[in-house]
């Protein structure tokens, strides 16, 4: 199932994107070329569109205004997945069916691209949308993603993953807290900041966090079974790596039927949890669809 938010955002936040970013022909010229490598590889733009798909759920009707902010968060996560593929990391060679970053530009220039688009995101985030009448929905929004990448959310996930691999038998419990900071957090600030740009009451906002709780975690589970199942042309990246480094994963927990039929069970919380945002919701209740039923 291929939600229709894809065909409205999709085109609008590649353009978007483009724009942006630095020309490749500006100095540092390596720098920026890395920097645009990275980010027009292409990629399901899914945290952009929830942003958006959010933002319209909760009454917001200037999406020109908030498209640039949630293209930020685009940034962001490129930026994330740089690091993730260096050597010290993950040490994958493909991303997106093209090089790593490191593979084309060397490790510290990847490095440098990543930082580069981690504080450019963090500027967007801070000055869009435009206007002081957002100042204050600004602060809220970038203060919630800024949290989600940190110590808390996606850099403290990434952490505790690295300490348990090759570590035996993880709990369930312990892996979940792992994806709910490494991969959750970060999804569920997505779709909060999209509700706080649109001015969005607290019990909409209670909806859309749990919502993103459930639909993070879902997105991390079908990713271990995708891992498990795929071919690195389907996937565009290495599979097969989670059980080669003896990485824990859902599926090394449950199995794939197991893990199969969680991420069902997160889809239905995903899906009760829009209730409050009634008919609006339509975008989100198609995207946590896609999340689930995705092959790559």
């Not at 908030?66 to 685009?74: H, S």
């Not at 038998?169 to 706080?196: N, Y």
Request: glycine share 10%; proline share 4%; charged share 25%.
């Amino acid at each position: 199932m291929t939600a229709t938010a894809f065909a409205k955002w999709v085109p609008e936040v590649e353009r978007c994107l483009a724009d942006l970013l630095p020309p490749a022909t500006q100095e540092p010229a390596r720098l920026h070329e890395a920097m645009r490598y990275s980010v027009m590889a292409g990629g399901k733009r899914i945290r952009p569109v929830m942003a958006m798909a959010a933002y319209e759920a909760c009454g917001g009707n200037k999406p020109a205004e908030v498209l640039p902010a949630a293209v930020a968060l685009e940034l962001l996560h490129t930026y994330s997945l740089i690091h993730d593929d260096l050597p010290a990391m993950d040490n994958d060679d493909l991303r997106r069916g093209k090089p790593t970053s490191h593979v084309v530009f060397g490790e510290a220039l990847a490095i440098l691209a990543g930082d580069a688009l981690l504080t450019l995101g963090a500027e967007l985030l801070v000055t869009r949308p435009k206007g002081a009448t957002y100042l204050a929905k600004r602060s809220k929004a970038a203060r919630m993603i800024f949290r989600a990448l940190g110590t808390q959310g996606m850099a403290g996930g990434q952490a505790l993953d690295l300490a348990a691999e090759g570590a035996g038998d993880v709990k369930i419990e312990e892996l979940a807290k792992i994806h709910r900071m490494k991969t959750g957090a970060f999804l569920e600030a997505c779709l909060f900041a999209g509700g706080i740009w649109a001015g969005a009451r607290s019990e909409s906002l209670a909806a859309l966090k749990r919502y993103g709780a459930a639909v993070g975690m879902a997105f991390q589970v079908v990713d271990d079974i995708l891992d498990a199942t795929q071919t690195k042309e389907t996937m565009g990246k290495t599979p097969g790596k989670d059980a080669k480094t003896g990485k824990a994963t859902f599926v090394k927990a449950w199995g794939i039927d197991g893990a199969r039929r969680h991420a069902d069970r997160l889809l239905s919380e995903a899906l009760r949890a829009l209730s409050p945002l009634g008919d609006s919701s339509f975008a989100l209740r198609e995207l946590a669809h896609f999340v689930v039923d995705r092959d790559r």
